[in-house]
């Protein structure tokens, strides 16, 4: 496998689009269409990252301006096969870096309470959990809220 470099991670294009919807779709437990992808990239498009190995979109990264100086990650989903490399690191650090160049001072997101390995990555990312919602998935599970200082 291709050693995770900064240099893999560059911004979403139009042309990531049914890649992107079939890497969230695989990974993740909330169905994501097409359009709701394309309106998630106007949130932050200088914030919707894409992992590129060996010239294929392997994972990516989207966040929102929660507040004019708190982040949001809305999505981070790395393919199944290409996970434990690194990649999921490589995307979270360019992010963090936008956002400091941003002027943010906070990220937040939040996460299935049931998502061990999600959670603990971003615990070695300095994110804490700050609150429990509750039935805030669409099959009535959990999510931590997670929060962290730049
Ligand atoms: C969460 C997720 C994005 C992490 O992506 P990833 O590419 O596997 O992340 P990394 O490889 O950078 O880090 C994962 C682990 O591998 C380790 N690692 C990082 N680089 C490594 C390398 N070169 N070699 C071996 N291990 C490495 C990290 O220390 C980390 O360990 P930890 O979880 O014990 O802290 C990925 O698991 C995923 O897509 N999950 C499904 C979707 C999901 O749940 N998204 C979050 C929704 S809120």
Known sequence: MQKATPGMVRQF???DLD???RIANSSMTEYYTRNLIME???EWP???L???VNGNVIGFITGSKYTRTEARILLLAVEDGFRNCGYGSAL???FLRICRENEMMSVRLEVKTDNDNA???YKGYKFVVTNTLSNYYSDSSDAYLMWRLI
């Open 19 to 21: 890649t992107v919807v």
């Open 40 to 42: 998630i990239s106007r």
């Open 46 to 48: 200088e914030a919707f």
């Open 50 to 52: 894409v992992c590129v």
């Open 92 to 94: 979270m650090k360019e």
């Open 13 to 15: 294009r139009d042309e």
């Open 119 to 121: 959670i603990r990555f």
